[in-house]
């Protein structure tokens, strides 16, 4: 009963830009952290960025300086702002959110359908 919906995703130059949005809905009581994964062809899926509720904010080593993670609690949506962007950001990008719901305030984790960013010349 609660979604995640990512949008953003696509083919780019190296050098270009990308912006991740997902979006969560339902039936959802509270959010804590959020944060993007990627996984590449052949490797295991790892954290990319993630964010807390009140805007702390921890990035894998590979992305820090190009890659800002952001949120907006109203709306219950992360973005992922990808910048100067090298083949080796190659991967599909899965949104990721720590929920309480409003039923019995369970609380778990989610993940979106992943979306495909390919860095290309």
């Known amino acids: 009963q609660v979604q995640l919906v990512e949008s953003g995703g696509g083919l780019v130059q190296p050098g270009g830009s990308l912006r991740l949005s997902c979006a969560a809905s339902g039936s959802i009581f509270s959010i804590y952290s959020m944060g993007w994964y990627r996984q590449a062809p052949g490797k295991q899926r790892e954290l990319a960025a993630a964010i807390t509720r009140g805007g702390s904010t921890n990035y894998a080593d590979s992305v820090k300086g190009r890659f800002t993670i952001s949120r907006d609690n109203a709306k219950n949506t992360v973005y992922l702002q990808m910048n100067s962007l090298k083949p080796e950001d190659t991967a599909v990008y899965y949104c990721?959110?720590?929920?309480?719901?409003?039923?019995?305030?369970?609380?778990?984790?989610?993940w979106g359908q992943g979306t495909q960013v390919t860095v290309s010349s």
């Open positions: 990721h959110a720590d929920i309480q719901q409003v039923t019995l305030l369970r609380r778990g984790d989610y």
